[in-house]
């Protein structure tokens, strides 16, 4: 068994194809219409093969209040693995990416928390 299609719902599918891809790095695996949304899946490209993540509509009525509640209380919708935190961080921070939280050793990793601009946090991680 092993991981094929994990989800972030996100509030505008164009906007956060353009941040997931412009921004952060990943490649357009899915693109298909399916009426007024879209199956539309990113892979990282050093994995086009690997796990994808679908940027899915967040139109029905439990995802608001849900991703709300992560937001507030500070929980990432999705943890991303990065070779280096640090210039993971200056790299996007020079792209106008909002940080929640700046990067943090936690003794075996590094951590930090962007904000997607399509309603989720996404965390940054860094294993030592």
Known sequence: MKIY????????QATALAFYTDVLGFATKEDIPLGDDRWLTVVSPDQPDGPELLLEPSGHPVVRPYKEG????????AS????????EFARLS???????????DL???VLAVLDDTCGNLIQLVQRK
């Not at 992560?70 to 919708?77: K, R």
């Not at 991303?80 to 640090?86: E, G, L, Q, S, T």
Request: proline share 8%; charged share 15%.
């Open 94 to 104: 020079g792209l106008g990416v909002t940080f929640t939280q700046e990067p943090t």
């Open 5 to 12: 299609l994990t989800n972030v719902f996100v509030d505008d």
């Open 107 to 109: 003794g075996p990793v």
């Open 70 to 77: 992560l937001v507030a209380d500070g929980i990432p919708a």
């Open 80 to 87: 991303f693995a990065v070779d280096d935190v640090a210039a």
